[in-house]
């Protein structure tokens, strides 16, 4: 397993929005000796990090902050966990922030994959690294192979190779990361919501609409050259419950391309509901009887 020492010398910060990722991401630099700097936005939540110290700072006050980073020995950055595009106070910024304003509002004003290689850019130029969640903790995106007890028959496969030229198609105007599909049709297309509102939305459908194909899965993959440092899908145990919850038979992803988060919990809830999960090679079925 690659660790982060791997990845250069001096000290890693994790920069958190909300989900399990900073959590995980935290708990194995600590396992390595290497406990990370913390950091949010003000005001954002992060339950799942607990009692551990985070460091406060706002988008206007960007430059102090990275500032203050560098001051604490931090070289390399993570940008982990979900952050809602906050909302600028003109009266707030400083001045070495305030030369940034062009680009930070275009990347406020820029689809997601957009916005964070503008972010990247930024923290890139005053002297960070920036690594992704899959460079510090690999085992988190797992290799191609079926992980549960059901397996995807032919018409699971024949949906998820729709849902992949869906979700490509979405992927290359920088709209979303996942589709639903069933029976050919597809259901709900992820867009800035998310992937909790599109499952929330199929199921939602489905109660309206009982002649709604029955069945279908939904597919995740990165959009086509996304930036994977900042924004690499991700699902977890929530994502197969509510999967569950829309009557679907499971969930396939890009091998190599989704982070899974919990592994053990997800793959525990996906059998107990009677999915499958399956992580998808780019060209079809390789690997489908392989489970690990």
């Given at each position: 397993m690659t660790g982060a020492g791997d990845q250069g010398g001096g000290?890693?910060?994790?920069?958190?929005?909300?989900?399990?990722?900073?959590?995980?991401?935290?708990?194995?630099?600590?396992?390595?000796?290497?406990?990370?700097?913390?950091?949010?936005?003000?005001?954002?939540?992060?339950?799942?990090?607990?009692?551990?110290?985070?460091?406060?700072?706002?988008?206007?006050?960007?430059?102090?902050?990275?500032?203050?980073?560098?001051?604490?020995?931090?070289?390399?950055?993570?940008?982990?966990?979900?952050?809602?595009?906050?909302?600028l106070d003109p009266e707030a910024f400083d001045p070495r922030t305030a030369a940034l304003v062009p680009r930070l509002a275009a990347a406020l004003g820029a689809g997601d994959d957009a916005a964070l290689r503008i972010v990247i850019e930024i923290i890139e130029e005053d002297g960070f690294a920036v690594l992704g969640a899959h460079d510090i903790a690999p085992d988190l995106v797992p290799g191609p192979g079926v992980l549960t007890a059901r397996s995807p028959d032919a018409a699971d496969r024949a949906d998820v190779d729709r849902a992949a030229r869906i979700v490509a198609a979405l992927g290359a105007v920088?709209?979303?990361?996942?589709?639903?599909?069933?029976?050919?049709?597809?259901?709900?297309?992820?867009?800035?919501?998310?992937?909790?509102?599109?499952?929330?939305?199929?199921?939602?459908?489905?109660?309206?609409?009982?002649?709604?194909?029955?069945?279908?899965?939904?597919?995740?993959a990165p959009k086509p050259g996304q930036e994977l440092r900042a924004d690499m899908p991700a699902l977890g145990p929530d994502a197969v419950r509510r999967a569950a919850g829309a009557g679907l038979r499971g969930i396939a992803w890009q091998a190599g391309g989704v982070l899974l988060l919990d592994r053990a919990a997800t793959v525990a809830a996906a059998d107990a509901a009677g999915l499958f999960l399956w992580a998808r090679e780019s060209g079809g079925d390789a690997a489908l009887s392989d489970r690990g």
């Open positions: 000290q890693v910060a994790i920069l958190a929005g909300t989900g399990l990722l900073p959590r995980l991401l935290a708990e194995t630099l600590e396992a390595q000796g290497t406990p990370p700097v913390l950091a949010g936005l003000e005001g954002l939540t992060l339950e799942a990090l607990g009692d551990r110290p985070v460091q406060r700072f706002r988008i206007e006050r960007l430059m102090p902050f990275l500032d203050h980073l560098h001051a604490q020995g931090v070289r390399r950055v993570i940008l982990a966990g979900a952050v809602r595009r906050p909302r920088d709209v979303g990361q996942g589709a639903v599909v069933a029976r050919g049709l597809c259901l709900a297309l992820e867009a800035l919501p998310g992937t909790d509102a599109m499952l929330e939305h199929v199921a939602q459908m489905r109660a309206r609409f009982p002649d709604a194909p029955a069945g279908g899965l939904l597919f995740k």
